[in-house]
């Protein structure tokens, strides 16, 4: 199983970014696919999850200006970042789990300042 994520940069606050995941290796359409954050000196944490079925949760803290989405037959996974703060700066990881062992990318930073 491989996870790439792509998309991280630099932006001024209130701007937006997109964060992409590929997978390979393993059958996408049935997984859960969830994007984590861990800004320095933090704890990681999850900031959005959607279901194989299409049902999305968010952090509180992102809910209103961050989107999660998939699209099964790419094997992608994305997440659409808007009004963007500095307190979202963090290294962003895409995740999904089997019921054996769970399934990390080697992040994209997500910088935002002026």
């Known amino acids: 199983v491989q996870l790439v994520e792509s998309g991280g940069g630099l932006v001024q606050p209130g701007g937006s970014l997109r964060l992409s995941c590929a997978a390979s290796g393993i059958i996408f359409s049935i997984h859960a696919m969830n994007w984590y954050r861990q800004a320095p000196g933090k704890q990681r944490e999850l900031v959005a999850t959607?279901?194989?079925?299409?049902?999305?949760t968010y952090a509180d803290s992102v809910s209103g200006r961050f989107t999660i989405s998939r699209d099964n037959a790419k094997k992608m996974a994305y997440l659409q970042m808007n009004n963007l703060k500095p307190e979202d700066t963090a290294i962003y990881y895409c995740?999904?789990?089997?019921?054996?062992?769970?399934?990390w990318g080697q992040g994209t930073q997500v910088t935002v300042s002026s």
């Open positions: 959607i279901t194989a079925g299409d049902t999305t």
């Open positions: 995740n999904t789990n089997s019921p054996i062992k769970s399934y």
